[in-house]
């Protein structure tokens, strides 16, 4: 069992020299290791975390070993109705990236909601589908599965998804074809509610790429620099349901095939773009990014119209997204 230190210090403000709240049910909580990693134990303070489970996680590193003095540590799987107990650290930012660099490659930071309302970091399963149990998909008609009778990549994931685990695991997909990022942040929150979701995979965007051919200039740009505030509002929705975020990059398109739709016309170059900035506000923001443009890179044979992925191109998302996440 770890070690679980009897003594708290009282429960701290996050001020301007501890910014951080690191939410720790593992090793992290032992005044052994935090003295080997921060130089002292830091301000500590019990707290939960609902929705979520413990499995063990074996450990290879010798250092993180030598650290903790197990081979065996925690990592959180998702369970709808279960609690972790655990602990808040307070930390500086070079406390946190100590805890980055102790931390092995089967965890990444990111954020949850705690059972007392407060947000703070936590160390999760770096595959983001692994410890998944209920997930909701949103986004264009890509993500619909528009051009394949067998409902595309994600009807693949979710046959798959659901097969592991009947009586668990459910996958909803709310993707509306036409959506850009705006109306999918706007129409998610109303959606998530009733679907108890763990985890919110948002793959749309393509059509915030789309080049106006209009020569009136439109009320409002839905362009890849306009981006980051819908990304803001679609991470702050998954936070309030305590869903991990898990977005999806553009896939590549082949602009000499594609025609017009509905005034639009849509070029490798802005999608490019699209892509980029995706995935730097995930990088910033520490919320999970997957690349989806170089499963069809150049296979144009795997698109129906130079755009939307024919069953073999969704095959292929799907193997992808399956190898890079779960």
């Known amino acids: 069992m770890l070690i679980n230190p009897s003594r708290k210090a009282p429960h701290p403000t996050v ?11 593992g090793t992290l909580r032992d005044e052994r290791v935090q003295t080997a990693l921060f130089g002292r134990a830091v301000p500590t303070a019990a707290a939960s975390l609902r929705g979520y489970t413990t499995r063990p ?3 290879t590193v010798p250092s993180v070993i030598a650290t903790s003095g197990l081979d065996v540590h925690l990592t959180l799987e998702r369970a709808y109705g279960a609690v972790v107990e655990g602990a808040v650290l307070r930390l500086t930012e070079q406390d946190l990236a100590a805890a980055d660099a102790y931390e092995v490659d089967d965890y990444t930071r990111r954020r949850v909601l705690l059972s007392s309302g407060e947000s703070a970091w936590a160390y999760l399963d770096a595959r983001p589908l692994r410890p998944a149990a209920r997930i909701v998909i949103v986004g264009d008609s890509i993500a619909y599965g528009r051009c394949d009778p067998r409902g595309g990549w ?39 509610g009733p679907r108890l979701p763990d985890t919110l995979l948002v793959a749309a965007g393509i059509n915030d790429s789309a080049v106006s051919l209009s020569p009136a200039p439109p009320a409002h740009d839905d362009g890849p620099a306009h981006l980051a505030d819908s990304l803001d509002a ?20 082949d602009e000499e095939r594609t025609r017009d739709y509905g005034g639009l016309r849509f070029t490798e170059a802005r999608a490019l773009e699209l892509r980029e900035s995706v995935r730097t506000w995930c990088r910033r923001n520490h919320v999970d990014y997957v690349d989806m443009w170089e499963p069809l890179h150049g296979r144009s044979d795997l698109l129906v119209d130079g755009l939307h992925p024919a069953g073999e191109g969704h095959e292929a998302l799907y193997r992808h997204v399956t190898a890079v996440c779960r």
């Open 234 to 253: 679609l991470a702050a929705t998954a936070l309030a349901h305590n869903a991990r975020l898990v977005v999806l990059g553009p896939v590549w398109l």
């Open 15 to 25: 001020t301007a020299s501890r910014p951080h709240a690191l939410f720790s049910f």
């Open 154 to 192: 994600a009807a693949r994931l979710a046959a798959s998804h659901i097969a592991a685990n009947e009586a668990d695991h459910r996958v909803f997909n709310l993707a509306i074809p036409g959506s850009t990022l705006a109306e999918v942040s706007e129409q998610t929150p109303a959606l998530l």
């Open 57 to 59: 996680l074996p450990i």
